[in-house]
C-alpha cells in the first residue's frame, strides 16, 4: 500500500488504492507553489486517501478558479489537491515515500514552462494548456 506525508512527519497517510496515473503540470501557479519548474502528481481513487495522523495541520490555499492546494502547516510540504466540493483527486509524488511505479501520462501548461528547466523531450503528449479530460 502507497504511503506518504510531509517533510517533517507531521501529516502521515496512506493509499487504500493504488495510485492511478501520473503527470506533470509546468503551469506558473505550479511553480508558485512547489518552487520548482514542474510538479509531478499522481491521480487517484476519490476517497483512497486516509490519514494516518495530522490531518489537523494540513492547510490549504484555494484560487477562485481551481483546486484547493493542500500542505502541512507546520513544514509546508505540499501534499495533494481537493476539488471544491473536498474531494482529494491528486498527491504530490514528491509527498509519496516510495515509487508506485507510474509511467507519466502527459505533461500540461507547457506554454508557461521556466525558461531556466527545459522541457525535456521524453516522447509523452506535452499540451501548451491544460490537458483535455
Ligand atoms: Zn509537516
Ligand atoms: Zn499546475
Redesign the pocket.
Known amino acids: 500500500m502507497s504511503t506518504g506525508g510531509c517533510l517533517c512527519g507531521g501529516v502521515r497517510f496512506e493509499l487504500a488504492e493504488p495510485p492511478v496515473s501520473m503527470t506533470y503540470?509546468?503551469?506558473t501557479?505550479?511553480q508558485r507553489r512547489s518552487g520548482t519548474a514542474a510538479?509531478a502528481q499522481a491521480r487517484i481513487e476519490p476517497g483512497s486517501l486516509r490519514f494516518l495522523r495530522g490531518e489537523e495541520l494540513v492547510k490549504g490555499w484555494k484560487p477562485d478558479d481551481g483546486f484547493e492546494k493542500c500542505f502541512c502547516s507546520t513544514c509546508g510540504g505540499q501534499l495533494f489537491s481537493k476539488s471544491p466540493d473536498g474531494t482529494i483527486w491528486s498527491v504530490r509524488m514528491g509527498a509519496l515515500d516510495e515509487d508506485p511505479g507510474l509511467t507519466p501520462t502527459h505533461r500540461?501548461?507547457v506554454a508557461y514552462a521556466a525558461t531556466w528547466e527545459p522541457v525535456p523531450d521524453d516522447g509523452i503528449p506535452h499540451y501548451p494548456e491544460a490537458a483535455p479530460r
Open positions: 503540470c509546468h503551469c501557479r505550479c510538479s500540461q501548461y
